[in-house]
C-alpha cells in the first residue's frame, strides 16, 4: 500500500472543522479532483469529479465517529481509503488527513515497480491542496485551491 499522511493547523475551533468536514455534502468544497459529494443510504456516499483529465464516479462509505472527532473513508471500486482527525489546540485545530492505495498494476495484475518520474507526487500535492483548502475556508480567506500541478 501507498501511504500519505498530512497535517494543518487551521485557526478555528475544533468542533466548528469537525462540524464542516463530518458534512459528507462540503467535501467538494475543499478537496482538489471532487465536484460533487452525494450522501446515499447511512454510511453511504456517491463522489463525481475529474482526476488527470478522466471523470469518475465512485460509491463508496463514510464513517463519522464525533467522539473522536475521526472520519473514515472508502470507495468500494478501487481499496483507496482514508481517514481524517481534528484535534484541539491552544487558539485552534489540528487536523491530520491520511490517505491509502493499493501498488498499482498491469492489466495483468503484475505490481508496477520503480520510482516516480521527475516532478512531485500527483497525490501529495493533492493532498496539500485540500488542507490548503479546508484551512482557507475554516479561516474566511478563500476556498478550493488546486494542486500545483495536474498530472
Known amino acids: 500500500m501507498a501511504e500519505y499522511e498530512r497535517s494543518r493547523w487551521v485557526q478555528a475551533s475544533p468542533e466548528d472543522v469537525f462540524a464542516f468536514v463530518s458534512n459528507a455534502g462540503n467535501l467538494a468544497t475543499f478537496l482538489p479532483t471532487v465536484d ?6 447511512e454510511g453511504r456516499v456517491r463522489v463525481r469529479g475529474e482526476t488527470r483529465g478522466d471523470a469518475y464516479e465512485d460509491d463508496g462509505w463514510f464513517r463519522v465517529d464525533e467522539n473522536r472527532r475521526r472520519l473514515e473513508w472508502g470507495a468500494d471500486e478501487h481499496d483507496y481509503s482514508g ?69
Open 83 to 151: 481517514w481524517l482527525t481534528v484535534s484541539g489546540e491552544d487558539s485552534g485545530s489540528q487536523v491530520v488527513a491520511h490517505l491509502s492505495f493499493p501498488p498499482h498494476v498491469t492489466e495483468s495484475g503484475r505490481p508496477i515497480t520503480g520510482e516516480l518520474g521527475d516532478g512531485d507526487d500527483p497525490i501529495e500535492q493533492s493532498l496539500e491542496a485540500a488542507l490548503d483548502s479546508l484551512r482557507n475556508l475554516m479561516e474566511g480567506r478563500g476556498g478550493k485551491e488546486e494542486p500545483a500541478t495536474v498530472a
Open 36 to 41: 460533487a459529494v452525494e450522501p446515499q443510504a
